[in-house]
C-alpha cells in the first residue's frame, strides 16, 4: 500500500508563496510518477504537475507553468510543490497522487494515479 500525505499548505496573500510537501511510502513501482492536483469548492479536480522518478520528466498545467516547480526527493520518496507568485485563483484544496510509470502525455490524466492523500488546504487573500 502506498499512503501519500501532503503538508505545507496555508493562508497566504496574493504575489506569496508556499511549498507543498509529500511523503509518500511503499514500493518505488507504485510511486513512479507523482503529481499534484487541486479541487476549489464547486469545481472539478484539475491537475497541476507532475514528475516521474525515471527521467525526472516533469510536466505542468498552462496555468502554473512559470509559477509553480515540482521536484523530488528520490532518497526520502517526497515531492514538493514550489508555489511563487501566488493568485486567488490558486485556492483549492491540493492533493497529491502516486502511481506508476506514466507516458508523459498522461502524467496530466487522474485516472492512472492509484493512489491519492487527504489534501491540504491552499488559501490565497487578494
Known amino acids: 500500500q502506498v499512503h501519500p500525505v501532503e503538508s505545507g499548505g496555508g493562508l497566504v496573500q496574493a504575489g506569496g508563496s508556499l511549498r507543498l510537501s509529500c511523503s509518500a511510502s511503499g514500493r518505488t513501482f507504485s510511486t513512479n510518477t507523482m503529481g499534484w492536483f487541486r479541487q476549489a469548492p464547486g469545481k472539478e479536480r484539475e491537475f497541476v504537475a507532475a514528475?516521474?522518478?525515471?527521467?525526472?520528466?516533469?510536466v505542468y498545467a498552462d496555468s502554473v507553468k512559470g509559477r509553480f516547480t515540482i521536484s523530488r526527493d528520490k532518497a526520502r520518496n517526497t515531492v514538493y510543490l514550489q508555489m511563487n507568485s501566488l493568485k486567488p485563483e490558486d485556492t483549492a484544496a491540493y492533493h497529491c497522487?502516486?502511481?506508476?510509470?506514466?507516458?508523459?502525455?498522461?502524467?496530466?490524466?487522474?485516472?492512472?494515479?492509484?493512489?491519492w492523500g487527504q489534501g491540504t488546504q491552499v488559501t490565497v487573500s487578494s
Open positions: 514528475i516521474r522518478r525515471l527521467d525526472d520528466n516533469t
Open positions: 497522487a502516486a502511481g506508476p510509470y506514466i507516458i508523459v502525455p498522461q502524467m496530466n490524466n487522474a485516472t492512472f494515479y492509484g493512489y
